[in-house]
């Protein structure tokens, strides 16, 4: 923007059409070339030497100081500041105060540090800003997100190579689509398996139509459900919200003593639902492959009999765990993945793409057929606009990303941090287990795992006393256990989250947990170590203000 000259030392700014335009031209000379580049390079590196640099979490500062600080509701009638500055602010006086999830110590979630190409990638997709809802505005980009979906739904699904080259670029198949993210990919599943369940018949035009009262009285039912285990993502209540059927309608199926889906149960409740005069259809039964709070995979080979004997639609929410199967060493953990009939993965999680992406893949390529809608301007039928079968509308191509990152890291390269992750946990696992204040509550199957301040001589006790002295000291370690986490948290030096579990393995006691998802391939053991010795001193801290009778 122009400056005017003005009476403070800084002259003022003003909006200006010659300078407005210019922002939109690129630069036609070498000077103002070589000002945006000055610009690029102080983002790239300035946030790169902010994040390698940076150990801690978070700087402190607290939540209140920030608000107060960013409580202006007014947008200023003329420019604030220039495009340096701009930067300089952000490099400055916000990244600091951003959550470093690079750091190897951040293992508390399943957000971490992403390969630094992706910036660059990501950096082209703005700037070329396609808009893959349509041909007419991305060409070539829709055509290349056919291709990656057809080989993430190859890694799933392993059909033969003919099928690939049958439906990679079929104008009218589509093996899954690109979501916003892995609730939506969810959501989609299961928009399209609702929308095949009561699909169109005689004197039906389908429950996309005439919507669920109607869809239920012309398949003679009162209701429709959604079977998962308790540890199911709570995207999947969302979507049946959103899909009409109702949160409660999500029926939550017991665990067995690995927080895996009872597969007795599951098959009991599939038998009891599906008995003449239940009046219910089942829409879907999710298994998952890498739950959100434990990381365990559902034992999808049973799960996906189960279903094909009922014909249920069997969705697998296998957007932690999917990649996985680019590992030779573990993707015997996901087997029966194949037989699913819809795939939820997420780009953001274990592909390390930076947020937001999720993926959602059918094992019949007509499947999304349920979900197609068109318009007059856009995605009319016969075309293979991307956006007929799709939750969005306007959409980045962030299928591009992924396309490059499979190319850069290949298969191999992903095969690295998975095992990294994988084994990383298991050597954790074994750590917590040698001290002698800690206790291991889920063993890692994929790279996620929970633990628990609780002392050897309190883990005997607990084996041996009766119902109500265990849960008065369960009850005292969770308060013990979340008073920790978050004075770890608060000081800013690394992050375990937290969450309460509640199983078979539990007694169906409410247990609150620290939980450690290992992504970060900087995030070693000797690293994890410095977190429990913070966590002892922590706890001796605790101990030593304590009351006698607190005292664990
Ligand atoms: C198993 C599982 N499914 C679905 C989701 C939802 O993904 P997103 O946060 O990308 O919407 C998550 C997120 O943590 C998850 O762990």
Avoid at 57 to 86: F, H, M, Q
Avoid at 146 to 160: C, N, T, Y
């Amino acid at each position: 923007m122009k400056q005017h000259q003005g009476k403070d030392s800084r002259p003022p700014l003003v909006a200006d059409w010659q300078h407005l335009m210019r922002t939109f031209i690129r630069p036609e000379d070498e000077a103002s070339r070589a000002v945006l580049t000055k610009y690029m390079e102080q983002i790239l590196f300035g946030l790169h030497d902010f994040l390698a640099s940076h150990v801690g979490v978070t700087r402190e500062r607290t939540l209140k100081e920030l608000a107060e600080a960013y409580s202006d509701a007014s947008i200023s009638p003329a420019p604030e500041k220039k495009l340096d500055e701009i930067i300089s602010e952000l490099i400055e006086e916000v990244a600091p105060h951003a959550v470093n999830v690079s750091s190897p110590y951040f293992v508390g979630h399943m957000t971490s540090a992403i390969p630094f190409f992706m910036v660059h990638l990501r950096t082209i997709v703005a700037a070329l800003n396609q808009n893959v809802v349509k041909l007419e505005t991305s060409k070539i980009l829709s055509v290349i997100e056919k291709q990656v979906l057809a080989k993430i739904h190859r890694m799933v699904f392993q059909r033969e190579a003919g099928f690939y080259a049958r439906h990679v670029q079929h104008p009218e198949t589509m093996l899954g689509a690109f979501t916003e993210n892995g609730t939506l990919a969810n959501f989609t599943a299961l928009w399209a398996a609702r929308n095949r369940l009561f699909a169109p018949g005689p004197g039906f035009a389908g429950i996309e139509v005439e919507g669920v009262h109607a869809a239920y009285r012309h398949k003679g039912v009162r209701r429709c459900v959604v079977l998962a285990s308790r540890l199911g993502h709570y995207s999947l209540r969302k979507a049946a919200g959103l899909l009409g059927i109702g949160n409660e309608q999500l029926v939550v199926v017991e665990m067995d003593s690995g927080w895996r889906v009872d597969l007795d149960k599951l098959a009991e409740t599939v038998r009891d639902l599906t008995r003449p005069g239940s009046e219910t259809a089942v829409l879907a039964i999710v298994g998952i492959a890498g739950t959100t709070e434990t990381g365990t995979v559902d034992p999808l080979e049973p799960m996906a009999e189960i279903c094909a004997e009922h014909g249920i639609h069997f969705h697998v929410d296998a957007a932690w765990g999917g990649p996985t199967l680019l590992s030779g060493a573990f993707r015997g953990l996901l087997s029966g993945i194949e037989k699913a009939d819809s795939v939820a993965i997420d780009g953001h999680k274990q592909f390390y793409m930076p947020m937001t992406s999720g993926m959602v893949f059918f094992r019949d390529p007509t499947a999304l057929d349920a979900v197609a809608y068109h318009a007059r301007y856009i995605n009319r039928p016969g075309s293979v606009d991307l956006g007929i079968r799709s939750i969005s509308g306007s959409r980045e191509a962030t299928s591009l990303m992924l396309d490059c990152a499979l190319r850069i890291m290949g298969a191999e390269g992903y095969a690295l941090l998975i095992d990294h992750g994988i084994e990383t946990a298991k050597a954790f696992a074994a750590a917590i287990e040698k001290r002698k204040d800690f206790e291991l509550i889920t063993a890692p199957e994929l790279n996620i795992l929970t633990y628990r301040l609780c002392s050897r001589r309190l883990q005997q006790r607990l084996e041996s006393c009766g119902q109500e002295e265990r849960r008065a000291i369960n009850e005292r370690l969770n308060r013990i256990n979340r008073d920790l986490q978050r004075r770890q948290r608060e000081a800013g030096k690394s992050f375990v989250s937290r969450t309460t579990l509640s199983g078979p393995a539990t007694n169906n006691e409410q247990i609150v947990v620290l939980r450690t998802v290992i992504m970060n391939p900087m995030t070693t053991v000797a690293v994890l170590e410095e977190i429990l010795d913070e966590q002892e001193r922590i706890f001796a801290a605790m101990n030593a203000a304590a009351a006698p009778e607190n005292a664990p």
